[in-house]
């Protein structure tokens, strides 16, 4: 039995290893409930860890381990956490309308075991939300945590499905974001117009660059 598994957690989709102790042996899409450097996180199994899986991952290592599959208890509790990060969110609106600050609030993500609540926003300049944070913080009784973001890293905490029908490559098996150019796009013969070859993100598409490499070689 595998004493490692690689899991999908957090609304960022975070693709880690985890260790584990079975029994009993887990398969693809378990729900599971991990420890990760942030608390008690929701995951899903992909599959086992193996020499490959640890290649593509960069070799990092286990960043936690794998305490247990998820019972019926703990996927009520999840309903509730997703309907307490509907109310967090629109009550870090107001707060953060009252500060005044000049920043977008995106989403919140409330970790499973209740150490935090992170916040992710947008914004165009630095935004010096240290005494946001300490409203945040007596308002939800909780640790609060900013984390700025960009356009594409809100697709992937957004969006769904793109132009192909598939679930956006984002928010799916993509690690980091490639770099794309229009050069990628002219190559390929692809379409110019900028609405036929932009994500959800609003740049061009991630997947413009699988090819590419190949496109150039010939």
């Known amino acids: ?42 995951g899903e199994v992909l599959c086992p860890a193996t020499d490959r899986t640890r290649e593509y991952l960069g070799g990092d290592g286990h960043v936690g381990r794998i305490l247990r599959t998820a019972d019926s208890e703990a996927k009520t509790k999840l ?12 009550g870090g609106k107001e707060v953060i309308r009252e500060h005044k600050l000049n920043m977008n609030l995106v989403d919140v ?16 300049q630095r935004v010096d939300f240290r005494e946001l944070v300490k409203s945040l ?9 900013m984390r700025q973001i960009g356009v594409r890293d809100e697709a992937r905490l957004l969006a769904d499905y793109g132009d192909c029908g598939k679930p956006v490559c984002c928010g799916t098996h993509l690690r980091e974001m490639p770099p794309v150019s229009m050069k990628m796009a002219k190559l390929q013969k692809a379409t110019l117009d900028p609405n036929k070859i932009s994500g959800r993100c609003g740049r061009l598409k991630c997947c413009l660059r699988y090819e590419y490499d190949t496109y150039e070689e010939h």
């Open 109 to 124: 993500e409330c970790i499973f075991g209740g150490e935090r609540i992170v916040f992710y926003y947008l914004a165009e």
């Open 79 to 90: 309903d509730e956490m997703r309907l307490r990060e509907r109310e967090v969110f629109f």
């Open 137 to 145: 913080a007596r308002k939800f009784h909780s640790r609060i945590e």
């Open 1 to 42: 039995m595998p004493d490692s598994y690689i899991v999908r957690f957090g609304s960022t989709r975070t693709v880690s290893e985890f260790s584990f102790k079975g029994p009993p042996e887990l398969n693809r899409n378990d729900a599971v409930l991990v420890r990760s450097k942030r608390g008690v996180e929701w």
